[in-house]
Antibody
Framework: EVQLLESGGGLVQPGGSLTLSCAAS????????MNWVRQAPGEGLEWVAS????????SYRDSVKGRFTVSRDNSGSTLFLQMNSLRAEDTAVYYC???????????????WGQGTLVTVSP | EIVLTQSPGTLSLSPGERATLSCRAS???????LAWYQQKPGQAPRLLIY???SRAPGTPDRFRGSGSGADYTLTISRLEPEDFVLYYC????????FGQGTKLEI
């Protein structure tokens, strides 16, 4: 059974840093791209970052470029999101999500974690 | 960046009725890169449809995805009580974007 378990969320002051982790199990994580998606309270879904299987390529939404870094440890089946210079508008539940296809033929997320809440407030 | 506009924002129907949810893109999307998700309160999103029309494992056959180019539709043929939740479309074109969601309410 595929499982994604996020951790590391919490309350942080504006300008602070936080690192999220996502422990993957039930599949060969090294074979799939991985992603972070966030959802502000009462709002819709917002893609944050993606990383390829090897970790060589990463992509980010504009509002987090230069502040967030996505990385992965395939040997430990863990995905990370290092978040620096946090702002109030980064307050959200952060989900990790698994690519649904091993090829580039399709693009979608077929498994999601339960999410971890990040609150940026003085 | 491609913008996805979902309509209506809220759809009020009754169990047993048919629901039609729209997702319109600001420019043409590769249909292989169009997906639909369902989100229940307090839960993570769940994949329903990928490749515009392929049902994910476990998706009931009352859910049907269709469309091409810039216009896509999620149809729920006979609404069950558990279907009255939130639905999002998603596309990929250099980056991922989501629609703002459609809330299906009784």
């Amino acid at each position: 059974e595929v499982q994604l378990l996020e951790s590391g969320g919490g309350l942080v002051q504006p300008g602070g840093s936080l690192t999220l982790s996502c422990a993957a199990s039930g599949f060969a994580m090294s074979s799939y791209g991985m992603n972070w998606v966030r959802q502000a309270p009462g709002e819709g879904l917002e893609w944050v970052a993606s990383i390829t299987t090897s970790g060589d390529d990463t992509s980010y939404r504009d509002s987090v470029k230069g502040r967030f870094t996505v990385s992965r440890d395939n040997s430990g089946s863990t995905l990370f999101l290092q978040m620096n210079s946090l702002r109030a508008e980064d307050t959200a539940v952060y989900y990790c999500a698994k690519d649904g296809s091993v090829t580039a033929l399709y693009k979608f997320f077929n498994y999601w974690g339960q999410g971890t809440l990040v609150t940026v407030s003085p | 960046e491609i913008v996805l506009t979902q309509s209506p924002g809220t759809l009020s129907l009754s169990p047993g009725e048919r629901a039609t949810l729209s997702c319109r893109a600001s420019k043409s999307v590769n249909s292989n890169f169009l997906a639909w998700y369902q989100q229940k309160p307090g839960q993570a999103p769940r994949l329903l449809i990928y490749g515009a029309s392929s049902r994910a494992p476990g998706t009931p056959d009352r859910f049907r995805g269709s469309g091409s180019g810039a216009d896509y539709t999620l149809t729920i043929s006979r609404l069950e009580p558990e279907d009255f939740v939130l639905y999002y479309c998603q596309q990929f074109d250099n980056s991922f974007t989501f629609g703002q969601g459609t809330k299906l309410e009784i």
